[in-house]
């Protein structure tokens, strides 16, 4: 007689499986993925650890508009506040689809076509990012002033320079500068894949945009939404570029609203940190069941080919770091040479004085606070890509939410806190203070690549060396470490970066006399004295493009293409 099949009992199958691997605990299938039911006591208890630190600035701001009896409801019904809102949250949706779009893109032809100059191309795109909001919005407005490069290409040929205030400024500064938040995670997740599926797409007959839509994106939307919420967060917090392009937005009323009328400064922050909760819970309720496919690879890539698409494909690479790199630079060697030459509009010179000690400042506290940075979050990544816990969630929110925050608010927070106790007050103003509020302010940034890297190890490897007796920091060392190490490297490069423009923390927390090149950039332009800002600039652009081609691009190169 035919033997009957019964149903499969899952949790069975679980269970034995979970003993045929040696694992410890329960491990149940979320996708293709093994996921332990229950995590290690110590890594939760570093998570929460590290949630209730990112947590400070929030708790202040809530005890802040407490301690100032601020009437909520007034300042949400007042039209300002209405129209600083809606300025905000146009702004960082049409960022964030231009800077996604643009990002994704970039990344997809760098690493996986056949594009001429891709090693150059690789190591450039990622620069914009350095450039400080403010800079980039100075250099856009002197670019079409009356006497800047553009008016005098345009002039001639009779045509009217266009105004460049308001939204439309805005949107391109921002856009320019904070499409290599996406770039660089979905380019570190594009090496990690394996193109065997790609190549057998294509050996079906597909083109390399259909190959890229089917295949391809699957498997970097965990990268795509992390990078674009970066975007997002980044652009809430804004204030350089709006500020210096007449663009109301929160960031610009609670500056204004700080002197005259704290408690509605007190409600505009809390409303910004309201809407990082809000825009984090609902980006992980929408990505919490797309899973990463579990593919590494170090083969070489096969490109896929662009054919007659390919001086178009680099055309349109050649304008990205045009716009975004090129002109700003050019409109900084114009100042610059205006003062090394000595004509009258470049103010008293470059004044080199004190240049070199500021150079070095960003430069080592830079990689101090992206190692420290790293480092912190690593626990709560693991805990939200490896394990299932109930503390990984709003832990991962809160970390995330914090990027929105000005940096401002989030040095007032440590400044508050740490008063309130006489060893706290004798931590005001040193360097691990300010270490601190780099790493609480870009800790975000950190989280979601770490986030990525660490779900994008494929569990069966982990589920082997334990089988084979290796034990956790074993495997961690020789295994995940590895595998992860393009997406903590990317993490590192953005805290990186975004450090060494970081302004207003700096200038709160550090030590006397401790400057960096984005606080003497900021003076000297509030001064007046463009052709020094001009020059710090370039050495800005110059440090972190040497970090980050050394620390970020070299240990990650293009894998090789097999022709």
Sequence with gaps: MPTQSRPVDQGEARRALARRTGSQGVRGVRGSRLVERRAPRSLITASIAVAVLFAAPFVYLVWRNVELGADLGEVLGDEITHTALRHTLTLAAAVTLAATALGTTLAWLVVRTDLAGRRVWSAILPLPLVVPSFVGGLALLAAFAPGGLVAEVLQPLGIETPDVRGFSGAFTVLTLLTYPYVYLPVSARLRALPSSIEEGARALGRRPFAVFRTVVAPQIAGSVWAGALI????????????????????????????????????????????????????????????????AVSTAPVRPAPLGRWKPVATGFMAAVVGLALLLPVAVLGLWTSRGLTGDRLGGDGVGSEGVGSA???????????????????????????????????????????????PGLVIALAIVAWTLQTSVGAALYQTFPMLVLAYVVHFGAQALRASQVAVSAVPGRLDDAARSLGARRWRRLRTIDGPLMLPGLVTGFGMVLMSTMKELPATRLLAPIEFSTLATEIYGNAGDGFYARAGFRSLLLILVSGVLTWALVIRPQRPPELVP
């Design 359 to 405: 150079a070095w400042n960003t430069a080592w506290v830079s990689v101090v606070a992206s190692v420290v940075t790293v480092g912190l979050v690593l626990p709560l990544a693991f805990l939200a890509g490896r394990y299932r816990s109930r503390a990984s969630g709003p832990a991962s929110v809160v970390v995330t939410a914090g990027f929105a925050l």
């Design 231 to 294: 975007v997002f967060l980044y652009v809430l917090s804004e204030f350089g570029a709006v500020t210096l392009l007449d663009y109301t937005t929160l960031t610009t009323q609670i500056d204004r609203a700080k002197l005259f009328d704290p408690s509605a400064a007190a409600v505009s922050s809390l409303l910004l940190g309201l809407l990082a909760l809000a825009c984090v819970s609902a980006e992980r309720i929408v990505t919490r069941r797309r899973l990463p496919f579990e």
